[in-house]
């Protein structure tokens, strides 16, 4: 499909929804039928189908695979061999990916083309909206974008994220005017390569407009909240640029000085006293409702991990105002939008476009089998209308840009169907476990395990502010590790003094719910085989997980796919976070279990 085809605004956008969401099927035949016939001299195809191009064909003879499979053919692009031993377009760059859901980065091939289909899903999430919330073409967007600096590969195209192209690309820097993204942030701040400056920049220009911002939010909820803090500990600065309109010294990125510079043309010492006036309150719930009056609506993924931040989130904006989650991507494709993007993030189910892909399904056993390892067995791997409600399945993905059959790695489950196209639930990573001995526990089992004891915590004034977890094995028998980052929210305290105040009999009891939630074979492995040790949580000191988000971005990650890894192994990090370590709790007694 090329970039005409995918030029939809308004009320023509949903038209064209409706139409590919009716013919779902017929649309994921003619996406395969064209990838198939740009791709099929490609050597990687020549060696799989010889020339043939049946679809019949595609599914019996060419493998599922993942990254290991990718990666060789992945090396030799980026060493400058031509892009047509996968790909029978030009491949202009390579995207990675966000790095910490395991792993390194990997590299994903992109075409010129792909900008227009990312494009059209961000064309496609304002209609939507509109649908919903009235009047979001009267003011400003507070979104809180960033770049990461790119590496140039040897075949001299560039690695750097998908968000990063975007940003970088025509379609966003010479976008016209459009009064539903009217954002706040100029498009030299978002470019800026340093994000302590981009941030500082983004959230003065959001508190200038303040009275004029009705939505607000980021890629990712970890980096709004990042901005948050940010902003707690800056607000004296802002409110000093504003009431003198001289931009702070220590921005010295030459392009935002001079953008922020003509925005504070004379000092505004009514705005400034405002600003100080709610900043300097005893707490800082409902910040957000009071810096931006005008809000509807908070923007961020809030699915899979990100569903942790959902109590942070509500903390800060007072709870009375939508938390929405708009769309489903990744570096190796945009997926698909929320069509309910009021609902609670808990019930986000994001409905797949069958024109970004041609997309198959792994059927999974709750979420868990089918390992990288091994075979999937063909009558396990069915396509994007072949679904079955209430089932788990992994996600396979075959591109115009050269993946062919690709495991993405990501879990879902499907919920229901909008007219013939599938709706699914971002359950998580399928490779994000933890596992001593026969247990096995999952991303999304961690995560409502952790959930059960957010209660007990919020009881006693504590809001758990981020974790991540450690299969420690260095005893016998080893035992699952939380390091745990906590807040007092009852009233202002000193930085560093929550972790002193908090009664050991606290997380102990936050140590039993949670082994409590855990599984049968967990269970079992605790309290009969006794080859699990007790759950331990390693209190952090504030400022932890600040401390390993930038360790990973200097490694690779950026700022605005970052996601805290839910599982840490062994080596920089796993020190890390053991240097911040202020207190450990084990679990005093084993969980319930019976044969």
């Not at 690695?159 to 010479?174: G, I, N, P, Q, W």
């Not at 504003?242 to 705005?271: E, F, K, Q, W, Y």
């Not at 990501?410 to 971002?426: C, E, H, I, M, S």
């Not at 009852?490 to 949670?514: F, T, Y």
């Amino acid at each position: 499909m090329d970039g005409k085809r995918l030029e939809f605004k308004g009320e023509e956008a949903l038209r064209e929804l409706e139409r590919l969401t009716i013919n779902a099927r017929e649309v994921q035949e003619t996406i395969l039928n064209d990838i198939l016939s740009r791709n099929r001299e490609t050597e990687y195809l020549r060696k799989h189908l010889k020339g043939v191009t049946d679809i019949s064909e595609f599914k019996s003879r060419v493998p599922v695979v993942t990254y290991s499979h990718v990666l060789p053919y992945i090396e030799r692009i980026s060493n400058g061999e031509d892009s047509s031993i996968i790909s029978g377009h030009p491949i202009i760059e390579l995207l990675r990916s966000s790095g910490t859901t395991g792993g390194e980065p990997r590299l994903m091939p992109s075409i010129a083309e792909d900008l227009d289909r990312r494009t059209y899903v961000y064309n496609l999430l304002m209609p939507i909206m509109s649908k919903h919330l009235s009047g979001l073409d009267k003011g400003k967007v507070m979104h809180l974008l960033f770049i990461k600096a790119e590496t140039v590969l040897p075949s001299g195209r560039p690695a750097r994220s998908v968000l990063t192209s975007y940003y970088k690309s025509d379609h966003f820097r010479c976008r016209g005017a459009d009064p539903y993204n009217d954002l706040t942030s100029p498009t030299e701040v978002i470019l800026c390569p340093d994000s302590h400056q981009s941030m500082y920049c983004q959230l003065l220009s959001g508190l200038i407009h303040r009275h004029s911002v009705l939505r607000l939010g980021a890629v990712f909820a970890s980096a709004l909240l990042r901005s948050i803090t940010f902003l707690e500990r800056n607000w004296h600065e802002f409110t000093n640029d504003i009431r003198t309109g001289r931009l702070n010294p220590t921005i010295t990125d030459h392009a935002c000085r001079a953008v922020m510079s003509h925005m504070l043309l004379s000092p505004n010492p009514t705005l400034a006293d405002e600003i100080d006036s709610i900043c300097n309150s005893n707490s800082w719930r409902g910040i957000v409702v009071s810096l931006w009056p005008k809000v509807k609506c908070i923007e961020a993924v809030l699915t899979g991990t990100m569903a942790q931040y959902i109590p942070m989130l509500e903390f800060y904006s007072g709870g009375g105002i939508p938390l929405v989650c708009t769309m489903y991507a990744s570096s190796e494709s945009y997926f698909g939008v929320n069509l309910n993007p009021l609902c609670h993030p808990n019930d986000v189910s994001y409905t797949l476009l069958p024109n970004m892909a041609y997309f198959e399904f792994i059927e999974l056993e709750n979420g868990l089998r089918c390992g990288d390892g091994e075979e999937v067995p063909k009558e396990k791997v069915v396509g994007l209308v072949d679904v079955k409600v209430g089932r788990y399945y992994e996600i396979v993905l075959t591109t115009f840009s050269g993946l062919y059959r690709y495991r993405v790695g990501d879990v879902l489950r499907v919920t229901g169907f909008y007219n013939n196209a599938p709706q699914f639930k971002f359950i998580g990573r399928r490779n994000v476990i933890l596992s001593i001995d026969s247990d096995k526990t999952n991303e999304e089992d961690l995560h409502k395990s952790i959930t059960t004891v957010k209660d007990i915590l919020e009881k006693q004034n504590y809001l758990l502010i981020e974790y991540t977890s450690y299969a420690d094995s260095s005893s016998v028998p080893g035992h699952y590790v939380l390091f745990w980052e906590i807040k007092l929210i009852s009233e202002k305290s000193e930085p560093g003094n929550e972790q002193c105040l908090v009664h050991p009999e606290l997380i102990e009891s936050c140590c039993i719910a949670i082994e409590e939630s855990l599984d049968y074979v967990y269970r079992r492995c605790r309290t009969h085989d006794r080859s699990v040790g007790p759950l331990e949580i390693r209190l952090v000191e504030c400022g932890t997980f600040e401390a390993l988000m930038d360790l990973l971005i200097s490694q690779g990650s950026s700022i605005n796919q970052y996601k805290t890894p839910r599982c840490i192994e062994r080596g920089p990090a796993l020190g890390l976070l053991n240097s911040k370590v202020k207190g450990c709790f084990f679990s005093p007694k084993d969980p319930a279990w019976s044969a």
